[in-house]
């Protein structure tokens, strides 16, 4: 009984469009406890559809989950290949087209004449809604095999999927088992590493985990095997052992919102120097709606010139330290920390590359500085063999993880 | 004669892993004239490959490109299935060994016993060295049918496909037809617009197209059909009616790179007043090697204090027409310049939403304004229905486009 995905559009094979929607389906089947069987993308060819669905409908209880190919163009040809791969006639649903005409008459739009091929379905299909876009989806349960068939916008098949998965799955059979996965978010350890320390931890047995590394972050996801009590001892271990990596729970958290939010819990106000790392420590906190209560002010000192005029670091720190230094560090995070009064400030200066190292401080070395009313301290980091990029992303998440180590050391306001 | 993908990983159906080889792939099939026929992903299972090579045997003429299975873990099964699948030995390789070997000492490590069984080819295989990994590949060419593996690190991938499909190509009688295309790169035209544009060109029909939309962007690549004098005067045409919205050429120029280009070619220093923006602006031009030439300060000012106390904003311009204004934007962009002592400035200010929005300043306005030496103009646009990431990046490239467009209008040094 497998569950397989076949997305429809030549666009795919020409490598015009990365194809996600089965990577979205086999992530939201992993959370039920399911996993995909394969996976496959064919063009806009009804022979092509139809062959595929032929050779798949082999293995017997097979479900198959289609995206694309619903349009309403000539080359859009899901509904008569599923029609013909399992004998059956297209018929047009009144309701679909009910459906069709509402969405048109909603947005204030006249409704083409080609639309209407929308409300065509397989015989004895029903009919899935669709209420992010025109092309309805259906389901077609013939004997020990189902097509359901969504459309290829993935904000659209993403919508369905939450929608009409579950009916399809009941109706097919597969039994999900909704495990209560607990999402935990960790940077500053290493995938082999976690892995390891997570072995170590007592009744791993009570456990089940998946990973999916994004880097610099992982997402963590740990369920109960079925044993709740062990699986508590384990969650607590869990917490004791790892819990200085964690800073998030759920899919959405980002490292920014969870820095904001832990800001926000002890009132303070963070200001951002930042030369290596260009304005990317600014611009994702600034990606997490409500930042601008907390975040007061960013500089992007790139120039020496503006590392003294607008940071007033003094012009001898950096003719005899260079501007990537823990003195220059420091004093770009004090700098930016008293011009906006903020509680806090953090500030990177770093050798991004892939030129401007130099024996001593070679592409890759990042000095980092937290400043606060009372103290300023620096670090430095070598992080080596990154490209320019991959080190700028490394370096905002080191900031991020230095802030938050600062606001959980701070007593609540 | 197909060319068929087949991905090979318990990952990625699992939704672990985002599945990028096969879209490389097809890229880099369609630079050649040529196009893949589907795109298969199957879990680390030796019957499910072997079973998904049969199938695609059954079409005469077919050549599989595989991805992943080629490590030395128990789950790496690509060689082993292949070699069912052919029904043919796996023997060892001795040219393999030696550069497993050789990988090892070059890096300084001991090689893990392990490794020896990605020395293992199907006999009569073809091997196919890998720069970049320690797994090798190998093709093999059974009557009309070949099967090409590859290693699945997406890097290891890409460049083997860049070292070896010419080879596999040739060995399986399909028939590249290297297209010179050329790639441009635009920016500030809706996709239907552009494609409505280049149909009302003269000599369309001498030109092949394919677009690749990378929101907000657009990679547009032409080739002649042929006749190459219809071709230039197709392009001549292209240039006079399209060139405005095109800032570069090909597919590794980004919009930023293209700003710095011609600020450099101009000579001018830049700084940047970020409020909606975020620090985005920033962010893309220091992503490009050798931004710091250029870039002289960038301000990310949020809050109204640090408008006026960073960036000089009168407290009553933020007072009467609020931040969110072309008063305020101008004296943003005036006030960042004079500071950094730039030659041109950009400035923005908008609301990126969720919230905050009014009935006269609607959530998806934004201010941008340009000053340089002589002057400073403000305009207002209203970038309705995007969420609050796809709002900065948007704003971001509408800065650029008119930063660009300043530097274009300037005289050379």
Redo the contacts between chains.
Sequence with gaps: MGICFV?IGDE?????????N?????????GLGL?????????DSKP?IAA?LA?LRRQPGTLVVMSGGLGPTDDDFSRQAVAEALGLLLVQSETAMAQIQERFARLGRTMHPANAAQAWLPLGAKLLENLHGTAPGFLIHVRDFAVMALPGVPREFAAMLDDHLGTALQATGHVAAPRTELTYRLFGIPESEMQGALAELPRYDACAM???PTWPEIRLKLSSRGDAAAFAVFLEAFRARLGRFVYGQGDGDSHAAAVLRELQRCDARLA?A?SC???????L???V????RT?????????N??KS??LGVPDDLLRDHGAVSEPVVCAMAAGVRA???ADVAVATSGI????GGTPNKPVGTLCLAIADRDQVRAETIVLRGLP??RF?TLAAHLAFDRLLQWARGRPLP
């Design positions: 997305a795919i094979l020409r490598g015009e469009t990365r194809e996600g089965g990577a979205a389906l086999a992530e939201h089947l992993a996993r995909l069987d394969q996976l496959r993308a064919v063009g092509a595929t050779d998946r990973s999916l951002v930042e790392t260009g304005g990317l420590v600014s611009h906190l600034t990606e709606p409500g930042s601008s975040l007061a002010l960013g500089v992007v000192a790139y120039a010139a503006a005029s607008v011009r906006a009064d991004a590359g892939p030129d320019r990029g700028k």
